[in-house]
């Protein structure tokens, strides 16, 4: 079952709601565009790109401003998790907050809970499949479509 409903009534109760997720962006999502000058018929160079993926879990408020992200590379485990809490922590203030998560077991550990509570942070975990209900979804939409148009000059 979805958590949307729950968050609707702390929202009515003027609770601190955040919505996170975490995304993946690799090189091979990358459309590189072919450059003309104008006024000549060369081809511009492009610059290879240097990286296999990179994980981003980030958290947004009601009104869609991003709270807290962090980047790691490949992907983001536990203790990369508990790191995004504690950073959650001291951009809300040490405020009691509501993040809706997803069922990835990384959200689930024990160390992840623990160090939850101690960032004054409750896990509300959405339905399976049911990411339709949680906003930040589309950052990830419009940060992945800006992301495979991401063209590089070599300066």
């Known amino acids: ?7 609707i009534r702390l929202a009515e109760q003027g609770k601190n709601l955040l919505f996170c997720d975490e995304a993946i962006f690799t090189s091979k999502q990358i459309n590189l565009k072919v ?7 060369q081809k511009i160079k492009k610059k290879k ?24 590379d490949k992907s983001i485990d536990a203790e990369s998790f508990q790191e995004f809490l504690r950073l959650v922590a001291r951009r809300m203030r040490r405020r ?15 160390d992840v809970t623990k160090q939850a509570k101690r960032s004054n942070v409750e896990l509300i975990f959405n339905g399976t499949y ?5 906003p930040i979804e589309r950052l990830w939409a419009w940060s992945k479509r800006r992301f495979s148009y991401l063209c590089i000059d070599e300066g």
Not at 1 to 7: D, E, K, N, T, V
Not at 130 to 134: A, R
Request: overall charge positive.
């Open 1 to 7: 079952m979805s958590a949307f409903p729950r968050f």
């Open 96 to 110: 009691k907050c509501y993040m809706m998560v997803d069922n990835l077991g990384v959200h689930r550990t024990q």
């Open 130 to 134: 049911s990411s339709e209900y949680n």
């Open 49 to 72: 790109l240097h990286f296999g993926a990179i994980a981003v879990v980030a958290a947004t408020d009601l009104h869609g401003k991003v709270v807290a992200a962090l980047q790691r």
């Open 35 to 41: 450059w003309y000058t104008k006024g000549f018929n």
